[in-house]
Each structure stands twice: as C-alpha cells, then as structure tokens.
C-alpha cells in the first residue's frame, strides 16, 4: 500500500472508528499504528479531531434500569411451568351448546312418550266413543267413557306433566 | 482445587475475578441453582437492558428482550469458555434479540430519517437548557436509522465490524461508510455548541444517570 493510500486509510479509519487504537479493524492495527505515532501535522490534526468526537460520543450517560425491572425479568422465568391458557368464553359456549344438546336428548323421548300417550289416549278414546255411538241420537254419553280409558289419559296427563317438569 | 487455580495449572491465562464469579454462577444455574441465578441476573442484568434500550429506544421492549435473554440462560444455559466473559456474551444475546425485534417491526432497516424520535427536546433545546449530554443524545437520536445503528453497535456495543455489518446486513465497507456519515451528521448538527460541549465534557458536567434514556 503506498504511503498516500496508507494515510487515506488511516483518516477513513478514524472517521469510522474514532481515535482509539482498540476500536480500530485488526487488519489495519499494525500499519495504522505506525501513522499514529509519526506525528505529522495532519495525522495529529486527524487524531485530535477524532477524539474531540470520542469525546462526546463517551460523555452520555449511561440508562438507568427502570424499578423492578429485575424483580420482573426474575419473576417471568422462575414462573413454574403453568397448564395450558383456557379461553373462558370458549368454554363457556361449548359448555352452552353441550347443555343444548343433553336438553335435546332429554326432550326427543319425552316428546316420543307424550306423542305416544296422545295417540293411545285419542285412540282408545275413539274406540271407546265409537262403541258408544248412539245413531239415534247423535250424542255421547258422559257413562260411555270407561274407566280404563280415563286411567289411560290420566297417565298420558301426568307423563306430560312429569316430562315439562324434568325439563326445567 | 478452585478455578483460577485449575486454569493456572492448565497454563489458562486466568480470567478476572468477576468473570470468575460469573462462570462459577453459571456452573451452578446449570444444577438448578435458583439463588445463584438471582445472583447472576442482579449481576448482569443493567448490561444487558442497555445493549437492547441501545438498539430499540424503548423500555418496555427493552426490558421484554433482557427477560428473554435470561429465560434462554435459565433454560439453556450457555456453554462458554474459561476466558468468556458472560456478561459480554448477554448482552451481545441482547443486541441481537433487540436487533431481530426491530426487524420484525420494520422489515427494511432503511438509511431514511427515523420515523420514531423522542419528542422530548431537539439538540439545540438541550443545549440551551444547559443539557450537554442531552443535546448529543437528541443529535444520535435524530440519524438515519442504520447510521444509528451502526455507530451504536460498534461504537457503545463495541461488536467487531464484522459482527456489526452482518447484524445489519451490510459489507463491512459499508458499515465503514455508514459510520463515517453518522459522526460527520452528528458534528455538522452540533456545530454550534461543539466547543461549548467539549468544554462541559472537559469539566466532567453532564447528566446523572438516568436522564436520557437510549444510550
């Protein structure tokens, strides 16, 4: 390297790096070295003009760690191993649409019983008003309705009554 | 027989008595040691904050990359050499956790003007209030993004160029380039006040601890 490349160097060095040997490629230390310590008018000029920079780079204080901060940082990695994170509401609506459908299970065969009951009761009551047909007259007597048709409707009554009840 | 002397026997150049200390704490984190992790991360802890507060200019995600970095120490804790230093290794985690967060945040790390500058006070509102450091503190503030980057990784991190250009993805000329362009903004800014600053400097006057928060 000549001397006029060598010394272009050392000023885009100093720019870049600032005046301290330390802080300086350890490619160039050696040659870089040796321009310092010439003392040439412009390489003490150089030099004086990077540490004049130095200087107020190095003048700033140092941030202060804010209050707790390690509490904090100590307190996030000692945590033991937690279980999963549960959404709250995602259970709540899957707890929602479970209870739905127990209700639906509960509702589809007391909703068969009682339309059963009703079919037995109205057909029973139908044989049994048929039996009782009086062409004559055109009217149904009360005394036409046997007892085991009215225990029939009484069970298909409280079957119902029974099944609301359950329900709620 | 302790460290230092089984490092002398061995022919080891001996690390300094704080690294020493570091490197037995890390020993025992590595058993479970919780109170020696106490230890080590009241130790090191200001280090490594401040090489993320360097990069990112905010407490918050400052303090989010420092318990990162002390979560993976925890967890894994590194494997160094007799002679590492741990706290230099932290916060060297540090920067490049704060430097991938940035990243993240803006994708291009770009040369424009900064888009996010502390609105406290311009470098010359500082300097009139009779606040040198923080009228250099507002001058840094204010350059291009990868200048800033660049001077604080090498020059208040002290990371190798070579380290410093890849985290920037930069050739180390151009880190050179961006470098040299940040101290000629950074003197053409304080032109004014620079003999007045080199003064107050000359003087030890500038603020306590604490005061500005990036660097």
């Given at each position: 390297m000549s001397k006029t490349a060598e010394m272009k160097r050392f000023k885009d060095v100093l720019l870049a790096y600032g005046a301290n040997p330390e802080n300086w490629p350890a490619d160039d230390h050696e040659t870089l070295r040796k321009i310092a310590s010439s003392g040439g008018t412009e390489v003490q000029a150089c030099l004086r003009e990077a540490r004049e920079m130095d200087a107020v780079l190095n003048h700033l204080p140092e941030a202060r760690v804010p209050d707790g901060a390690i509490d904090r940082a100590l307190a996030k990695v000692m945590v033991?191993?937690?279980?999963p994170v549960v959404d709250l509401q995602a259970v709540r609506a899957q707890r929602s649409r479970f209870r739905d459908a127990i209700d639906m299970r509960q509702a589809i065969p007391v909703g068969i019983a009682m339309a059963a009951s009703l079919m037995l009761g109205v057909l029973a009551g139908f044989s049994d008003l048929t039996s009782t047909y009086i062409p004559d007259t055109g009217t149904i007597t009360l005394a036409s309705i046997d007892e085991d048709s009215a225990a029939e409707s009484l069970i298909s009554f409280e079957a119902f009554t029974f099944a609301e009840g359950d329900v709620q | 027989m302790d460290q230092p002397l089984k490092q002398a026997a061995a022919g080891i150049p001996a690390a300094p008595a704080s690294q020493v200390t570091d490197l037995s704490l890390l020993q025992q984190v590595r058993g479970g040691d919780q109170q020696a992790f106490g230890v080590l991360v009241g130790e090191i802890y200001p280090a490594v904050y401040r090489a993320a507060l360097r990069v990112l200019r905010q407490e918050q995600e400052a303090e989010d990359v420092a318990q990162d970095v002390f979560l993976k120490i925890w967890r894994d804790p590194p494997e160094l050499r007799?002679?590492?230093?741990l706290k230099a290794w932290s916060a060297r985690v540090a920067t490049n956790g704060a430097i991938d967060r940035l990243r993240k945040k803006k994708p291009d790390i770009s040369?424009?003007?900064?888009?996010?500058?502390?609105?406290?006070?311009s470098a010359d509102e500082a300097m009139q209030a009779g606040e040198a450091a923080g009228a250099v503190q507002q001058a840094i503030d204010h350059l291009p993004e990868r200048q800033r980057l660049a001077l604080v990784l090498t020059?208040?991190?002290?990371?190798p160029n070579k380290e410093a250009a890849d985290l920037l993805d930069v050739s180390v000329d151009a880190l050179e380039s961006l470098l040299a362009r940040a101290r000629r903004a950074l003197k053409a800014t304080l032109s004014e006040h620079w003999q007045g600053l080199l003064e107050d400097f000359a003087q030890g006057g500038h603020n306590e601890e604490g005061s500005w928060k990036a660097i």
């Open positions: 033991p191993p937690s279980a | 007799a002679d590492a230093n040369d424009d003007l900064p888009d996010q500058v502390d609105p406290a006070v020059y208040y991190q002290g990371l």
